[in-house]
Antibody
Framework: EVQLVESGGDLVQPGGSLRLSCAAS????????MSWVRQAPGKGLEWVAN????????HYVESVKGRFTISRDNAKNSLYLQMDSLRVEDTAVYYC????????????WGQGALVTVSS | QTVVTQEPSLTVSPGGTVTLTCASS?????????PNWFQQKPGQAPRALIY???NKHSWTPARFSGSLLGGKAALTLSGVQPEDEAEYYC???????????FGGGTKLTVL
């Protein structure tokens, strides 16, 4: 069974940093693209970033470029999102998601981690 | 800025049929956008329903189908059940930016 468990969500001040982690199990982690998706309170879904199986390719939504960094450790079956220069508008539940071969994006989801940016 | 547009809300009667659409501000949605569809119920993580236009996951009920329709991606529910009441999101791929963009979501009410 595919399992994705996010951790690291917290309350942080504007301008601060936070690192989210996603522990994966139940599948061969190194075989799949992985993504982060966020959802602000009461709002819709926003795709944030994804990373290739070997970490050699990373893509971001424009609003987080230069501030967020997606990475992975295939030996630890873990996905990360380093978030710097956080803004109030980054407040959201952050989901970790796994792709499917054949243009299936974000097929399996974790339960999410809440990040609150507030002074 | 690329915008993906969905109907904000739709209402359907139990047993009825409804089609949700997904449009791109860049023009017609074609196979190269690889549309995906998701269902989200309150307090839950999203659940994937359809990938790459019309491919179902093993857990996707048969009454859900995906297509391209009139320059948009479409999700059709046939024989709607009360449990289909939820928010539905489409997701499109933009190859130039190598990025995915979600639509704003459609709140489907079964009444």
């Amino acid at each position: 069974e595919v399992q994705l468990v996010e951790s690291g969500g917290d309350l942080v001040q504007p301008g601060g940093s936070l690192r989210l982690s996603c522990a994966a199990s139940g599948f061969t982690f190194s075989s799949y693209w992985m993504s982060w998706v966020r959802q602000a309170p009461g709002k819709g879904l926003e795709w944030v970033a994804n990373i290739r199986q070997d970490g050699s390719e990373k893509h971001y939504v424009e609003s987080v470029k230069g501030r967020f960094t997606i990475s992975r450790d295939n030996a630890k079956n873990s996905l990360y999102l380093q978030m710097d220069s956080l803004r109030v508008e980054d407040t959201a539940v952050y989901y970790c998601a796994r792709s499917l071969v054949g243009w299936g994006e974000c097929v399996y989801w974790g339960q999410g981690a809440l990040v609150t940016v507030s002074s | 800025q690329t915008v993906v547009t969905q109907e904000p809300s739709l209402t359907v009667s139990p047993g009825g049929t409804v089609t949700l659409t997904c449009a791109s501000s860049t023009g017609a949605v074609t196979s190269g956008y690889h549309p995906n569809w998701f269902q989200q119920k309150p307090g839950q993580a999203p659940r994937a329903l359809i990938y790459n236009i019309n491919n179902k996951h093993s857990w996707t009920p048969a009454r859900f189908s995906g297509s391209l329709l009139g320059g948009k991606a479409a999700l059709t529910l046939s024989g709607v059940q009360p449990e289909d009441e939820a928010e539905y999101y489409c997701l499109l791929y933009y190859g130039g930016a190598q990025a995915w963009v979600f639509g704003g979501g459609t709140k489907l009410t079964v009444l």
